[in-house]
């Protein structure tokens, strides 16, 4: 790691490259990203396969079908007053990184380095790896009717989805976004099919579990615990909501399109979930949806007869659509991390001509493959899901710090306090439940978290490191430049926060790596 990067105009010397990039201005990321792509991330990233495969971790802990559905629209609005807290981050401090951007700036280097340390080593790769696999299970499983597919060919089918995705994303911005349109499409028409066939359901006369004297019936005895998983459950199924905010910088009119696109997609993906819900307990029992592995499979082989096929081909394609969203954004919060000097500085450029950040994605396509080759990344997951949670409610309250330390910033949004307050109050009943009720995977979590302290002191903190190792670094990020073909983006006001104190903090990023060889890392070319 390093403290930041050093700039060069080009990284292969050819006369060509400078001069279009001197032509055009320099090399920078586009804002291509509009608002019906925006509102694709936002949805793209939320329905991943869990409202196909298994929305019963909400039933499961509610009790009864009633109280389930109750849970999903409380969370769902928890999760809307949520985006609208980062609506206003976003267009008050316009970077891309999202909430570690806003938690390094608001609470200082630390936090922001250790939210971002927790994504890089675990969060993303895991995340991303295990929709992967979903997607490959359910493309190979019709070749495997009787038996589970082979392992290996799993793995094998989810590394060439990864490979391919990074490829897309690498070529460009604008084909990454149009596969997340067009992906979003499909897995929002699979799930209207489901509220369609489960509103003819209802017009049939098979709504009995949604009758309140129905609704309202326990197949278990209600329990406190269990009602306040259930609502940690919904959360976890509306993440997602906020990796819009990780590529504010290639919106086009981020100030307009961003809150909206947040206003669009959080209600239209509560409408879905709580509809889809309805839709499955017209066809089965709460018994025999907790007895499914996969429950609009279940349902399809219910309700479709000999068109079933669609649930599972909806499935995988919506997890083909997952994997996209999350490479896309992922690689902005690694490459937001390399320009504020805490990642190694080659994941902070770009391609000279395809202005895409080639170095992040390819890192995060390596962190996820390797993260494929472990089994213990469904333990990872339970274990730093609850400080991805945490983060979630660091960053609102660095709201209501912000509105304190700079009251008179300029926000083009600027909602009333009692909504973070709102949040805050739901965050930290969710926190101090799943505190008590796992404190060993919780205190496992933290440990996890807190091993990026000496990373970042060694790391960032630490400026006047040898000489030798400055050496080296310099090496392998001109090699690596020479390899992708990447240089620094062009500096650019909507890069930073709006402020002169922000500006400052941006070029000591990007400073070189010790005072003494400023000079020689300035007349230095690959």
């Known amino acids: 790691m390093t403290d930041g990067p050093r700039q060069r105009s080009s990284t292969t010397g050819s006369a060509k490259d400078a001069a279009a990039e001197k032509e055009s201005g320099g090399v ?16 793209g990233n939320i329905i991943g396969s869990g409202i196909f495969v298994s929305p019963k971790g909400v039933m499961e802990n509610a009790s009864s079908v009633g109280v389930a559905l109750i849970v999903w629209i409380i969370t769902g609005i928890i999760t809307a007053i949520g ?98 349109d067009i992906f979003t499409a499909g897995k929002l028409l699979a799930l209207a099919l489901i509220i369609i066939m489960g509103i003819v359901q209802i017009c049939k006369g098979d709504y009995y579990w949604l009758e309140p004297a129905n609704a309202f019936e326990p197949f278990q005895d209600y329990d406190v615990g269990l009602i306040a998983l259930a609502f940690l459950q919904g959360s976890f199924a509306y993440g997602g909501w906020n990796f819009l905010n990780y590529v504010t910088e290639e919106l086009v009119d981020p100030y307009v399109n961003l809150p909206r696109a947040i206003f669009i997609s959080i209600p239209l993906v509560t409408f879905v979930y709580v509809f889809a819900n309805i839709a499955y307990v017209t066809a089965m029992s709460p018994q025999e949806l907790l007895a499914s592995n996969a429950v609009a499979v279940t349902f399809g082989e219910k309700l479709l007869g000999v068109m079933a096929w669609i649930m599972p081909i909806s499935v995988a394609l919506s997890t083909f659509g997952g994997v996209n969203g999350s490479l896309f954004t992922s690689s902005r919060l690694f490459f937001a991390g390399a320009r504020e000097g805490h990642l190694p500085s080659l994941l902070a450029m770009i391609h000279v001509k395809r202005c895409t950040p080639i170095p992040a994605l390819l890192f995060t396509c390596l962190s996820t493959l390797l993260m494929l080759c472990t089994s213990d990344m469904y333990t990872l997951i339970n274990y730093v899901g609850f400080i991805n949670y945490l983060f ?59 091993t990026g302290v000496p990373v970042y002191f060694l790391g960032v903190y630490w400026e006047n490191k040898p000489k030798c190792f400055d050496t080296f670094v310099d090496k392998m990020t001109c090699l690596g430049q020479k390899m992708c073909v990447v240089v620094y983006p062009a500096e650019s006001g909507g890069s930073s926060s709006g402020d002169g104190e922000e500006g400052e903090e941006m070029k000591e990023a990007r400073s070189p790596l010790s005072k003494e060889d400023g000079d020689n890392h300035k007349a230095e070319d690959c």
């Not at 920078?28 to 949805?43: D, H, P, Q, R, T």
């Not at 307050?421 to 979590?445: D, H, M, N």
Request: glycine residues 8%; proline residues 6%; charged residues 10%.
């Open 83 to 180: 985006a609208l807290c980062y609506a206003e981050l976003g267009v008050t401090i316009p970077k891309s990184g999202g909430d570690y951007s806003y938690v390094k700036d608001i609470f200082g280097g630390l936090a922001g380095f250790l939210r971002l340390w927790i994504a890089v080593l675990v969060i993303y790769p895991t995340n991303q790896a295990v929709i992967a696999l979903t997607f490959s299970n359910y493309v190979l499983q019709p070749l495997f009717p009787t038996c589970f597919p082979p392992e290996n060919g799993l793995r094998l089918l989810a590394a060439v989805c990864l490979l391919l995705l990074t490829w897309v994303n690498c070529s460009s911005v604008r084909w990454a976004t149009r596969v997340q």
């Open 392 to 450: 979630y409610g660091i960053t609102v309250a660095g709201q209501i710090v912000l509105r304190i330390k700079q009251p008179n910033m300029h926000r083009p949004i600027k909602i009333s306090l009692i909504w973070p307050v709102i949040y805050l109050i739901f965050w930290a009943f969710l926190l101090i439940f799943s505190l008590y009720s796992e404190p060993i995977v919780c205190g496992i979590g933290l440990a996890i978290m807190l």
């Open 28 to 43: 920078a990321l586009k804002k291509e990203i509009g608002l019906v792509s925006a509102c694709g991330i936002i949805v």
